[in-house]
T-cell receptor, first 113, second 110 residues
Framework: GAGVSQSPSNKVTEKGKDVELRCDPI?????LYWYRQSLGQGLEFLIY????????KSGLPSDRFSAERTGGSVSTLTIQRTQQEDSAVYLC???????????FGDGTRLSIL | QQPVQSPQAVILREGEDAVINCSSS?????VHWYRQKHGEAPVFLMI?????EQKGHEKISASFNEKKQQSSLYLTASQLSYSGTYFC???????????FGKGTKLTVNP
């Protein structure tokens, strides 16, 4: 079956623009996570969804970041008024439940000029 | 809250063994281990739940000492394919959130 799909795979945009990153989880996976990975760094938790609800948004760096999930499936991470420090790889992962393996997508490489 | 991994990097020759440690200052419920190769997505290795049970198969195994709030990943008779960055992710009771360490870069040379 298909794995976690993220789009676009690469995004280059100018500082100040808004961007939308999309994640299509594995069918039937109820939990969905967003992480950010800067060059040579670990995985920084941003937000997770259980169904369409986001019980933990504590990792979102600022109010410029928001995310939603619809139909218990596709999720969109939106970054408004992008800054150069937002440049990173944004990874999405999905899982069937608590303490189950997380399946990662290939990520979106975001570059802010 | 972020777990601390050690060492930060290790270089091995094929066939040698390695141990990667993951420690937390908080009480842990679970520890997850992932491996990420350069330019690729992290791949799941194993999960250890509170209870200290050692898990694994063949040459990659792990232990979880809940009293010490630490986990260790054991790689024996390493292969070239083991090269990559290993991350531990930890969760506390009642939370589905995983907090990952900064990673341990493992290089296996012929």
């Amino acid at each position: 079956g298909a794995g976690v799909s993220q789009s676009p795979s690469n995004k280059v945009t100018e500082k100040g623009k808004d961007v939308e990153l999309r994640c299509d989880p594995i069918s039937g996976h109820t939990a969905l996570y967003w992480y950010r990975q800067s060059l040579g760094q670990g995985l920084e938790f941003l937000i997770y969804f259980q169904g369409n609800s986001a019980p933990d948004k504590s990792g979102l760096p600022s109010d410029r970041f928001s995310a939603e999930r619809t139909g218990g499936s596709v999720s969109t991470l939106t970054i408004q008024r992008t800054q150069q420090e937002d440049s990173a790889v944004y990874l999405c992962a999905s899982t069937v439940g608590v303490n189950q393996p997380q399946h990662f997508g290939d990520g979106t490489r975001l570059s802010i000029l | 809250q972020q777990p601390v991994q050690s060492p930060q990097a290790v270089i091995l020759r094929e066939g040698e063994d390695a141990v990667i440690n993951c420690s937390s200052s908080k009480a842990l419920y679970s520890v997850h281990w992932y491996r990420q190769k350069h330019g690729e997505a992290p791949v799941f290795l194993m999960i250890l739940l509170k209870g200290g049970e050692q898990k694994g198969h063949e040459k990659i195994s792990a232990s979880f000492n809940e009293k010490k709030q630490q986990s260790s990943l054991y790689l024996t008779a390493s292969q070239l394919s083991y090269s990559g960055t290993y991350f531990c992710g930890t969760s506390q009771g009642g939370s589905e959130k995983l907090v990952f360490g900064k990673g341990t870069k493992l290089t296996v040379n012929p």
